[in-house]
């Protein structure tokens, strides 16, 4: 198959890790794959690293005049090809440069990785194909009756290439709890400064991993400082590879204030059998037993989420939750799971093909 991936975010998160991910191993299988990104080394270094070729253009969507061109250029008029975009404005591109490629053998496919209802717009039905990360994405995307048929949506979990790590046998001096993400507002960092402040968890480490505006990181080591925890904390800043920082800790902290539509921070501590506390606002009880495969409390609920870490201070309880919780990562949402359920998406469009 021929693969296009449109990228147009400025800063790398999540989203570009869902396609860097899928994107090389669709490449691993022998497609051909490219991403089409904006210059912007933060994000198009990581793609040319794994090996992937890159083109860059503007992706300004509606007011961009030159990128359906180039992208029309890339498509080519024979070959079938698929257009995988993240988001409705390169959807816009995505649909211009087919029109302007003359080939009649190009599907859309988009993938949704928020949680918003869908606008008064027509262009959700001439997608070919929309792949939402949950059910509650997809869900409130259609609470608003958008105009698009039935047999083009679908719901693929998101998920992660699972990294094995070969750790120390020796044991954690200390209680390792940890949150990794972007250090912005909506992620609830600062109730989790909160919580683990109330929690006293005695002889605990908390690992912060992530970078954000300096401003708000400096308001946090303020928060920490007046908390009487600050050295009880490291603060790495961006770390390239997580795992084996997940891989060393004893518990996941995810107290994200936002309905998370697939959160992958939730995913890589299960991937790696970890006991994990998150909010029950988004997408983490599709997948996530309360008490089972990990705790889920109340966004912004302070005493709640202090509770949760305090019940997993409790060494048995927290090898058993991990346990579960890699299990249902295994058997529901492992990576080979995901790709197959990608591909069998692209394969069900492409067969339908102009004779």
Same mark, same amino acid.
């Given at each position: 198959?021929?693969?296009?991936?449109?990228?147009?975010?400025?800063?790398?998160?999540?989203?570009?890790?869902?396609?860097?991910?899928?994107?090389?191993?669709?490449?691993?299988?022998?497609?051909?794959?490219?991403?089409?990104?904006?210059?912007?080394?933060?994000?198009?270094?990581? !793609?040319?690293?794994?090996?992937?070729?890159?083109?860059?253009?503007?992706?300004?969507?509606?007011?961009?005049?030159?990128?359906?061109?180039?992208?029309?250029?890339?498509?080519?008029?024979?070959?079938?090809?698929?257009?995988?975009?993240?988001?409705?404005?390169?959807?816009?591109?995505?649909?211009?440069?087919?029109?302007?490629?003359?080939?009649?053998?190009?599907?859309?496919?988009?993938?949704?990785?928020?949680?918003?209802?869908?606008?008064?717009?027509?262009?959700?039905?001439?997608?070919?194909?929309?792949?939402?990360?949950?059910?509650?994405?997809?869900?409130?995307?259609?609470?608003?009756?958008?105009?698009?048929?039935?047999?083009?949506?679908?719901?693929?979990?998101?998920?992660?290439?699972?990294?094995?790590?070969?750790?120390?046998?020796?044991?954690?001096?200390?209680?390792?709890?940890?949150?990794?993400?972007?250090?912005?507002?909506?992620?609830?960092?600062?109730?989790?400064?909160?919580?683990?402040?109330?929690?006293?968890?005695?002889?605990?480490?908390?690992?912060?991993?992530?970078?954000?505006?300096?401003?708000?990181?400096?308001?946090?080591?303020?928060?920490?400082?007046?908390?009487?925890?600050?050295?009880?904390?490291?603060?790495?800043?961006?770390?390239?590879?997580?795992?084996?920082?997940?891989?060393?800790?004893?518990?996941?902290?995810?107290?994200?204030?936002?309905?998370?539509?697939?959160?992958?921070?939730?995913?890589?501590?299960?991937?790696?059998?970890?006991?994990?506390?998150?909010?029950?606002?988004?997408?983490?009880?599709?997948?996530?037993?309360?008490?089972?495969?990990?705790?889920?409390?109340?966004?912004?609920?302070?005493?709640?989420?202090?509770?949760?870490?305090?019940?997993?201070?409790?060494?048995?309880?927290?090898?058993?939750?991990?346990?579960?919780?890699?299990?249902? !990562?295994?058997?529901?949402?492992?990576?080979?799971? !995901?790709?197959?359920?990608?591909?069998?998406?692209?394969?069900?469009?492409?067969?339908?093909?102009?004779?």
């Amino acid at each position: 198959m021929k693969i296009i991936h449109l990228v147009s975010n400025k800063v790398w998160g999540g989203g570009e890790l869902y396609v860097l991910d899928l994107a090389t191993a669709f490449a691993a299988k022998g497609d051909e794959v490219t991403i089409v990104s904006r210059d912007i080394d933060v994000v198009t270094r990581r !793609f040319k690293e794994a090996g992937l070729p890159v083109t860059t253009m503007a992706l300004k969507g509606a007011i961009d005049i030159a990128s359906p061109f180039k992208l029309a250029r890339i498509i080519g008029k024979e070959q079938p090809a698929i257009i995988h975009v993240h988001n409705f404005k390169d959807a816009t591109t995505a649909l211009r440069a087919r029109t302007l490629s003359r080939n009649k053998n190009v599907r859309i496919v988009m993938t949704r990785h928020l949680v918003k209802a869908a606008k008064r717009k027509s262009i959700y039905n001439k997608l070919d194909a929309m792949i939402f990360v949950s059910h509650l994405a997809k869900n409130e995307f259609m609470s608003t009756s958008p105009v698009i048929d039935a047999t083009k949506v679908h719901v693929i979990h998101n998920s992660i290439k699972h990294k094995t790590v070969t750790a120390e046998n020796t044991p954690n001096k200390e209680l390792t709890l940890m949150f990794h993400g972007r250090l912005s507002p909506e992620k609830g960092i600062d109730t989790l400064l909160q919580a683990y402040a109330m929690a006293a968890l005695p002889n605990a480490r908390l690992i912060i991993a992530g970078s954000g505006n300096d401003e708000y990181v400096k308001e946090l080591h303020n928060m920490a400082e007046k908390a009487g925890i600050a050295q009880q904390i490291s603060w790495l800043g961006h770390v390239t590879d997580i795992h084996p920082l997940i891989e060393k800790a004893d518990i996941g902290v995810c107290p994200s204030r936002v309905r998370e539509a697939g959160s992958l921070s939730v995913l890589e501590y299960m991937s790696h059998g970890k006991p994990v506390v998150a909010s029950d606002n988004g997408s983490q009880p599709e997948y996530i037993t309360n008490g089972k495969s990990g705790l889920l409390v109340a966004p912004d609920d302070i005493e709640a989420l202090a509770a949760a870490m305090k019940a997993l201070a409790d060494a048995e309880r927290r090898q058993a939750i991990g346990k579960a919780a890699q299990k249902t !990562f295994e058997e529901r949402l492992a990576y080979p799971i !995901f790709v197959e359920r990608i591909e069998k998406v692209y394969k069900t469009i492409l067969n339908k093909l102009e004779p």
